[in-house]
Each structure stands twice: as C-alpha cells, then as structure tokens.
C-alpha cells in the first residue's frame, strides 16, 4: 500500500516542474524503477489514474523503465549485476554485497504539451 504515498509524491512532483514550465498537458512520464524497490507498477498507475483524474496529468501515459540491482564483490572489487540464483562473485565465487543499484524509483522524464 506504500505505493499510494510515493505516486501521490510523484505526482506533485511532476505537476509542479509542469507548473514552472507553463505547460497546460502533461502527456508521458518515465519512471525509473529499482528491481528490488519493492513497487508495484501496476499499483503506481492504478494510484495515478486515480490520483491525477482532476489534473493536467490525467490521461498521462506511465513508461516504467527496469533498473537492474547490482553487486560488488569486496574480494576481487569487481561490480555485476545480480542474477536470481545467488549473491556469489561470477569471477571468485567469494559473497557480495548489494550496492545502491536496484533499490532506486525516480522520475526520469516528463513530457508536456
């Protein structure tokens, strides 16, 4: 349910950089999602339907691009992504960490009339 508050957050976010650039349409946003945010994009554009009925974002079209999570390996430094199988290096079969990578849920780009 979490996705209620952050497409609300969204979509003030948008309807306010739409304000400051006059535009009387807000047509497509792009969101990058994160693998491993926890979001639902189905829930974000039932949200956003829902949320933006009233508003220059209403109608807008939702484009969720993936962002795929990343590891690092301390052993041998090396950065890869993470496949579902394990958390282990491809090069030294040592344990990796998660980095910041997968995690993230933005707004990329708007586009207005």
Known sequence: ????????????LV????ERH???KITK?????????GIIKDCVAYYFQ????DTIA??????FGLS???LFCPDCKLEFEKTPRDFNC????GLSRLTGSGREWFVESIEVE
């Not at 829902?50 to 009925?53: D, F, H, I, K, P």
């Open 1 to 12: 349910m979490h996705e209620l508050a952050l497409t609300e957050k969204m979509l003030r």
């Open 15 to 18: 309807l306010t950089e739409a």
């Open 22 to 24: 006059q535009a009387e």
């Open 29 to 37: 946003i792009k969101i990058c999602l994160g693998e491993l945010s």
């Open 50 to 53: 829902l949320s933006a009925r």
């Open 58 to 63: 209403a109608g807008a079209e939702l484009e």
């Open 68 to 70: 795929t999570a990343k």
């Open 90 to 93: 491809p090069v030294c079969g």
